[in-house]
């Protein structure tokens, strides 16, 4: 038995290695020529076949001409990471910011996975900005203090104007706005730039400030090395006696319990972000008398939303604040429903949060499933759960003027919240206030419900294509295309469509302003309510 055992082992480990050097072979080789094409050719026919306003900012003619120059301009093998940077330039014509390509990565092998758990790598707890075209270091969540403020000139000898200039190439925002550009690239650099060159263990920035201009290297350490240097920095400490582990009571294991329950539920109510150690959703009151309610959302992505909610717009109330600003600057969005709900906050009247949603199919949850990058697992769990799920999504599909329209619940007509606040609200708005925090904002805006303050947002007013995506592996260079199946908007429009929700009062933040902990546009805010007095 145990000779099987170690047969079996042995053989699902050279089976393991065999399939990683397979995968790592497919993204590294160059690929034939026809074979490009007809990647070129197969992204073209899913985008048709799925993306239900795939010429809304790009004509039919044009987007058939960048296509075809595109496979004109093959004319040599290459690996899968240039194809993508080619294919990536052409897709962004679509103008749909949740529409992405992504390259996979080199895999690694079990060794090696094994290697990095408990590892370190510093860099993560840098934050970028940038601003007034340069790329500057505002936060640092380690013990790089020092660093905050500096500007950085490269990284790994590649100058800033030259990687924004590679990133703009690829980086795409709904329909023709600008402001998304700069705040993405400074939220997000190093995201851009691993999808630019790859995963890297480590990497060397060469930085400036008022005194100096110096490098600074980050590297991965792994967990032996985490090891080794914790014990060469606590020899004074290994002299002195271990404190014995105090055995707790019964009574106190109960208290630890009861503690560590609170302190769950409590996160789960805030969102807490483990990885950036910061809650998504915060309730502060401000201003000389505390009367103004200041709710930081960062995202609507995770947390058990209504409780924050329900508890937040009942102190709101108790408290009869005069103004509530809702903070959704660098908020990328997420969730439809909770955007839903906490619009039932803001208004006295019923309300429908969004349109039906147009689709190109009436099985859009199969369509996702049974993509060719979800696992055999997931298709055969989709495929036994069809009977379930195709009448479900038939029943939610109507058809009008031709088109198909996907009915979600946020579609249907909705009566507000208990504690609903009835006063002035001011929305912080930037260019990195995409997807459902667009979506909420538009709500407010076409309703007449809020003093928008800040930058136009990345989301378009009008809309953008998201909801649920399907993932295409493209057959021969690996690239996973990423389409939005679904329309979603809310009911109000603007012309000239492609832009987002733009501020009544426009400000930009300076360099000075970070690094000073500065907020003008809370400032302004916060005047403005006073000068109303």
């Given at each position: 038995?145990?000779?099987?055992?170690?047969?079996?082992?042995?053989?699902?480990?050279?089976?393991?290695?065999?399939?990683?050097?397979?995968?790592?072979?497919?993204?590294?080789?160059?690929?034939?020529?026809?074979?490009?094409?007809?990647?070129?050719?197969?992204?073209?026919?899913?985008?048709?076949?799925?993306?239900?306003?795939?010429?809304?900012?790009?004509?039919k003619?044009?987007?058939?001409?960048?296509?075809?120059?595109?496979k004109?301009a093959?004319?040599?093998?290459?690996?899968?990471?240039?194809?993508?940077?080619k294919?990536?330039v052409?897709?962004?014509?679509?103008?749909?910011?949740?529409?992405?390509?992504?390259?996979?990565?080199?895999?690694?092998?079990?060794?090696?996975?094994?290697?990095?758990?408990?590892?370190?790598?510093?860099?993560?707890?840098?934050?970028f900005?940038?601003?007034?075209?340069?790329?500057?270091?505002?936060?640092?969540?380690?013990?790089?203090?020092?660093?905050?403020?500096?500007?950085?000139?490269?990284?790994?000898?590649?100058?800033?104007?030259?990687?924004?200039?590679?990133?703009?190439?690829?980086l795409?925002?709904?329909?023709?706005?600008?402001?998304?550009?700069?705040?993405v690239?400074?939220?997000?650099?190093?995201?851009h730039?691993?999808?630019?060159f790859?995963?890297?263990?480590?990497?060397?920035?060469?930085?400036?400030?008022?005194?100096?201009?110096?490098t600074?290297?980050?590297?991965?350490?792994?967990?032996?090395?985490?090891?080794?240097?914790?014990?060469d920095?606590?020899?004074?400490?290994?002299?002195?006696?271990?404190?014995p582990?105090?055995?707790?009571?019964?009574a106190?294991?109960?208290?630890?319990?009861?503690?560590?329950?609170?302190?769950?539920?409590?996160?789960q109510?805030?969102?807490?972000?483990?990885?950036?150690k910061?809650?998504?959703?915060?309730?502060?009151?401000?201003?000389?008398?505390?009367?103004?309610?200041?709710?930081?959302?960062?995202?609507?992505?995770?947390?058990?939303?209504?409780?924050?909610y329900?508890?937040?717009?009942?102190?709101?109330?108790?408290?009869q604040?005069?103004?509530?600003?809702?903070?959704?600057?660098?908020?990328?969005?997420?969730?439809?429903?909770?955007?839903?709900?906490?619009?039932?906050?803001?208004t006295?009247?019923?309300?429908?949060?969004?349109?039906?949603?147009?689709?190109?199919?009436?099985?859009?949850?199969?369509?996702?499933?049974?993509s060719?990058s979800?696992?055999?697992?997931?298709?055969?769990?989709?495929?036994?759960?069809?009977?379930?799920?195709?009448?479900?999504?038939?029943?939610?599909?109507?058809?009008?003027?031709?088109?198909?329209?996907?009915?979600?619940?946020?579609?249907?007509?909705?009566?507000?919240?208990?504690?609903?606040?009835?006063?002035?609200?001011?929305?912080?708005?930037?260019?990195?206030?995409?997807?459902?925090?667009s979506?909420?904002?538009?709500?407010?805006?076409g309703?007449?419900?809020?003093?928008?303050?800040?930058?136009?947002?990345?989301?378009?007013y009008?809309?953008?294509?998201?909801?649920?995506?399907?993932?295409?592996?493209?057959?021969?260079?690996?690239?996973?295309?990423?389409?939005?199946?679904?329309?979603?908007?809310?009911?109000?429009?603007?012309?000239?469509?492609?832009?987002?929700?733009?501020?009544?009062?426009?400000?930009?933040?300076?360099?000075?302003?970070?690094?000073?902990?500065?907020?003008?546009?809370?400032?302004?805010?916060?005047?403005?309510?006073?000068?109303?007095?």
């Amino acid at each position: 038995m145990k000779k099987q055992l170690l047969f079996f082992s042995i053989l699902l480990l050279l089976t393991s290695c065999a399939s990683v050097e397979k995968h790592n072979l497919q993204i590294t080789k160059l690929h034939a020529v026809a074979d490009l094409h007809d990647d070129v050719d197969k992204a073209y026919k899913q985008l048709k076949r799925h993306h239900p306003h795939l010429y809304q900012f790009t004509s039919k003619e044009v987007m058939d001409t960048k296509f075809d120059s595109l496979k004109t301009a093959i004319t040599q093998p290459m690996d899968s990471r240039t194809f993508y940077k080619k294919l990536a330039v052409v897709t962004k014509s679509v103008g749909q910011g949740h529409m992405t390509l992504g390259l996979l990565n080199l895999r690694r092998t079990k060794q090696e996975r094994k290697a990095l758990i408990g590892s370190k790598f510093d860099v993560n707890n840098l934050d970028f900005d940038y601003l007034d075209d340069k790329l500057w270091i505002v936060n640092t969540r380690g013990k790089d203090s020092v660093l905050v403020g500096s500007e950085v000139l490269s990284i790994d000898q590649k100058t800033i104007p030259e990687l924004v200039a590679l990133y703009k190439k690829r980086l795409v925002s709904d329909g023709y706005n600008t402001t998304y550009y700069n705040r993405v690239i400074g939220k997000r650099f190093l995201t851009h730039y691993a999808r630019e060159f790859g995963r890297f263990d480590s990497i060397a920035f060469r930085l400036k400030t008022k005194d100096s201009v110096f490098t600074k290297t980050y590297k991965r350490l792994l967990r032996s090395e985490l090891e080794k240097l914790k014990k060469d920095t606590t020899k004074v400490d290994s002299i002195k006696l271990k404190t014995p582990k105090k055995k707790l009571t019964k009574a106190e294991k109960k208290a630890k319990k009861i503690k560590y329950k609170a302190k769950r539920k409590h996160n789960q109510k805030y969102g807490y972000n483990a990885a950036r150690k910061e809650y998504t959703r915060n309730l502060n009151f401000v201003g000389k008398d505390s009367s103004v309610a200041v709710m930081k959302i960062r995202g609507f992505t995770n947390g058990k939303y209504k409780e924050f909610y329900e508890e937040s717009f009942a102190e709101i109330d108790k408290r009869q604040s005069k103004a509530l600003v809702i903070d959704l600057r660098d908020n990328f969005g997420g969730r439809l429903n909770e955007i839903s709900y906490l619009y039932g906050y803001l208004t006295d009247k019923d309300y429908v949060m969004i349109n039906p949603s147009e689709v190109n199919s009436r099985i859009p949850y199969l369509k996702q499933l049974m993509s060719n990058s979800t696992s055999v697992t997931t298709k055969i769990i989709a495929g036994l759960f069809s009977p379930i799920i195709v009448p479900l999504n038939v029943f939610r599909t109507s058809k009008k003027d031709g088109k198909l329209y996907y009915k979600f619940k946020s579609a249907k007509s909705q009566e507000p919240k208990p504690h609903n606040y009835k006063g002035p609200i001011y929305v912080l708005i930037n260019g990195n206030s995409f997807s459902a925090s667009s979506i909420l904002s538009t709500q407010l805006d076409g309703n007449n419900r809020a003093t928008f303050v800040g930058e136009e947002t990345g989301g378009a007013y009008n809309g953008t294509v998201a909801g649920i995506y399907k993932t295409y592996k493209l057959p021969n260079s690996k690239v996973r295309l990423r389409i939005g199946l679904m329309h979603i908007d809310a009911p109000f429009k603007k012309q000239p469509d492609g832009y987002g929700v733009k501020p009544d009062v426009e400000i930009t933040p300076t360099l000075k302003d970070r690094l000073e902990n500065r907020d003008p546009e809370l400032q302004w805010v916060l005047k403005n309510i006073e000068s109303k007095k």
